[in-house]
């Protein structure tokens, strides 16, 4: 299993541009997760996935979008990307059980310029 | 709203010293809860899980306190490599759509040789 992929590594945006942020997951996992972490703060959760065709808001979904059109996949699209959106994302998905850890990505570095 | 609250820090601690920090939830149903640890610009990485009888895994002890909703992290003899972000994680796998996680801010610790 290759885990929680996430690409790209880094990115540099314009402002305005769009981009999308793959999230890959082998596990068959039903929960997917996306967080973005400013320098020195905590994590704050994007938007989340209980399964295939379902969605939801987190603490921060402005100026985000996803889908869940399978249960491997979890993109995050920027549409109008703005500086207040440079930070580090991590994707992430769970099994959705007690004691069950959850899986991270190893993180996109992303700069809105 | 669920919370979890955490001691940012910075704890300075001298290397080969005892540290340990605290995290508070207030959701007493939750079910399961872990400890993270987060290297700078890097994906969290499960340290260990917290079980209701306290566990231990080498230099790191966890102990759950329900009854005061807290979950503790000792770490013995630190080493320079001890030094890291902490994150607290409760989960409350309660189905019906909820995110089912709740992250602490993180507390940073430092181990000063």
């Known amino acids: 299993n290759a885990g929680v992929t996430q690409t790209p590594k880094f990115r540099i945006l314009k402002i305005g541009q769009s981009m999308t942020l793959q999230c890959a997951q082998d596990m068959n996992h039903n929960y997917m997760y996306w967080y973005r972490q400013d320098p020195g703060m905590g994590l704050k959760l994007i938007y989340y996935?209980?399964?295939?065709?379902?969605?939801d808001k987190g603490e921060v979904p402005n100026g985000y979008n996803v889908s869940r059109s399978t249960t491997e996949d979890f993109p995050l699209r920027l549409e109008l990307a703005a500086p207040s959106q440079t930070s580090v994302y991590f994707c992430a998905s769970w099994v959705g059980a007690d004691n069950e850890k959850l899986f991270f990505g190893s993180g996109t570095q992303l700069s809105v310029l | 709203r669920k919370e979890v609250e955490q001691d940012p820090g910075p704890f300075n601690v001298p290397e080969g010293a005892t540290v340990a920090f605290n995290c508070t939830y207030s959701n007493s149903a939750s079910q399961s809860f872990f400890w993270y640890r987060q290297d700078c610009r890097k994906e969290p990485k499960l340290l260990m899980s917290?079980?209701?009888s306290g566990n231990e895994d080498g230099r790191f002890t966890a102990q759950l306190n329900r009854a005061s909703q807290y979950i503790s992290l000792l770490i013995r003899d630190s080493k320079l490599s001890d030094s890291a972000t902490y994150l607290c994680v409760v989960m409350d796998y309660s189905g019906g759509g909820a995110d089912g996680l709740t992250f602490g801010k993180g507390t940073h610790l430092i181990i000063q040789p």
């Open positions: 917290v079980y209701s």
């Open positions: 996935s209980v399964g295939a065709g379902i969605t």
